[in-house]
């Protein structure tokens, strides 16, 4: 089979055996490391259900499974479990080659075997995988010892770079059919560079450093991973020493502890944007509510003001490091214009458009009190809006229902920088992961699935993002940048996917 050279360079492969993560080597390793995470952990299945597609667990999953293919900390794609991987030249086949003599936590070999029963169950929408429309567009798997070989169904872009996202994991097949769904929640086991120690759910994961990863071995033999939703306990478990890294705290209180003795940080641009989802229902059917909620909102003033000046302001789902952002689109902050959109509809001040907007609290740094100051800029134009709080976990869930709120703030994360999985799942109506279901939308987004011209795709989709802005279909706020805390005898490496990777920490 031919393989195109250029597009398995374009997907950064590489020759087999070249080198890995480029995760900290040590000689021995350290002892403890506690950190203080922000999220719970809802499932032990990285490739099925809600959790599966939340952006904010993937550092979790990262730690005990391996991808297909992975990620370095500045989001270029590396070998791993696959070493090589790329199309044929008419793109009607893949080709992927199997890394040897990796071991699962349990002892037994991984083989190719166990990559193809991952994608065919990837792929089966009987299992529950969110992402299971990118996964079934190949099928009819063949392997010729670590040589694999499928035959595409219909033609995916960024089928490839899924494989370095949400569900790309390699599942242990032998042991997932001899324990079932429960039995792996109970006792999961991946590849990853830590083994799952003890799991108190609501409380606190454990790890232990894998002795037969087939990376670099971890710097810290244990790791404990404290859940801890609440951003004032973040702070107190950081500058108590309870805990030696943290991450996603307000950036008054970043700036704070990392001026205090023993304490430094990291913050930089992550591929996570803050955005307020539109629903198509009630008042966001209006066109001009539309507009004038989106005109309302000062995003620079909420940067500089509640966000320290850390993070960027967005007109687009696109960030400047995603394929398709376009810096000519513009959307501008205009209260009177949003005013006079108000009243055409019948609106004012006086006699607002009433509507709910869903936010979380202390999930993203200052996210309660941001939907707050947007509430007050909507409230002087002629916008009503009644806050309603929930977790992260309630959101995943009423979006895979189509029963969010007229208005719902979420932190969308692209680490793969394409717009299919920023624009496209985002607002795509048949999409399990949109609720904005325009007839108009689906139409301009449908050719673009299967584009196999690079250039045209990506023009196509900037095509998508300016229309969206006009249409005011959702409202882009800023791309984040994420806080990192850790103890001056942590070296933390950050990666621009926002995952907190314990791998890549160090002893200072």
Excluded: C
Aim: no cysteine; hydrophobic share 40%.
């Amino acid at each position: 089979m031919t393989i195109n050279r250029r597009e398995l360079l374009g997907y950064g492969a590489a020759a087999i055996g070249a080198a890995t993560l480029g995760l900290p080597r040590a000689a021995k390793a350290a002892g403890e490391l506690t950190i203080a995470y922000n999220v719970n952990l809802p499932s032990w299945d990285p490739t099925t259900g809600p959790s599966a597609v939340n952006p904010t667990i993937q550092g979790l999953y990262q730690s005990v499974f391996d991808q297909f293919i992975p990620q370095k900390p500045d989001l270029s794609f590396t070998p791993g479990l696959l070493t090589e991987w790329g199309w044929n030249d008419d793109r009607t086949k893949v080709m992927m080659t199997v890394r040897d003599g990796v071991k699962w936590h349990d002892g037994s070999p991984f083989t190719a075997e166990d990559v193809v029963w991952s994608l065919q169950r990837a792929g089966d929408e009987k299992t529950g995988n969110p992402i299971q429309f990118v996964w079934k567009n190949v099928n009819n798997f063949k392997i010729d010892g670590n040589k694999i070989t499928g035959d595409v169904v219909q033609f995916d872009p960024v089928y490839f770079k899924w494989m370095s996202f949400l569900t790309g994991y390699i599942m242990p097949k032998a042991y997932y059919e001899k324990v079932g769904a429960e039995g792996f929640e109970k006792a999961p086991i991946g590849t990853g560079p830590y083994m799952v120690d003890k799991f108190e759910r609501n409380a606190f994961l454990r790890l232990k450093a894998n002795p037969n990863y087939w990376g670099a071995k971890p710097a810290f033999e244990n790791v404990t991973i404290k859940f801890v939703t609440d951003a004032a306990s973040r702070v107190a478990e950081i500058e108590s020493g309870s805990s030696q890294v943290t991450l996603e705290i307000p950036y008054e209180e970043y700036d704070r502890l990392i001026a205090k003795d023993g304490l430094a940080g990291s913050i930089k641009n992550v591929s996570d944007i803050g955005m307020i989802f539109f629903n198509d229902i009630e008042a966001m059917l209006d066109k001009n509510v539309r507009q004038a909620a989106v005109m309302a909102v000062d995003k620079e003033l909420l940067v500089k003001r509640l966000l320290r000046g850390y993070g960027q302001p967005i007109a687009t789902l696109e960030t400047p490091e995603y394929a398709a952002f376009d810096a000519s689109i513009k959307v501008e902050h205009n209260p009177e214009k949003a005013k006079e959109l108000l009243a055409a509809s019948g609106y004012s001040p006086k006699k607002p458009v009433k509507f709910t907007i869903q936010t979380t609290k202390g999930f993203k740094p200052k996210d309660y009190e941001m939907i707050q100051a947007i509430v007050g800029m909507w409230r002087k134009v002629g916008i009503e809006a009644n806050i309603e709080v929930y977790e992260i976990a309630k959101h995943y869930e009423l979006r895979a229902a189509d029963k969010l709120a007229p208005a719902a703030f979420y932190n969308w994360g692209n680490a793969i920088g394409d717009p299919t999985t920023s624009t496209g799942f985002a607002m795509y109506g048949p999409s399990p992961h949109s609720v904005w279901d325009s007839k108009d939308l689906v139409d301009m987004i449908n050719p673009l699935w299967g584009e196999k011209n690079e250039a045209e795709r990506i023009a196509g989709w900037k095509a998508v993002d300016k229309y969206i802005a006009e249409q005011a279909y959702v409202l882009p706020l800023m791309q984040y940048a994420q806080p990192i805390v850790h103890s001056k005898k942590v070296n933390v490496v950050q990666h621009v996917s926002g995952a907190l990777l314990p791998a890549l920490m160090t002893p200072a």
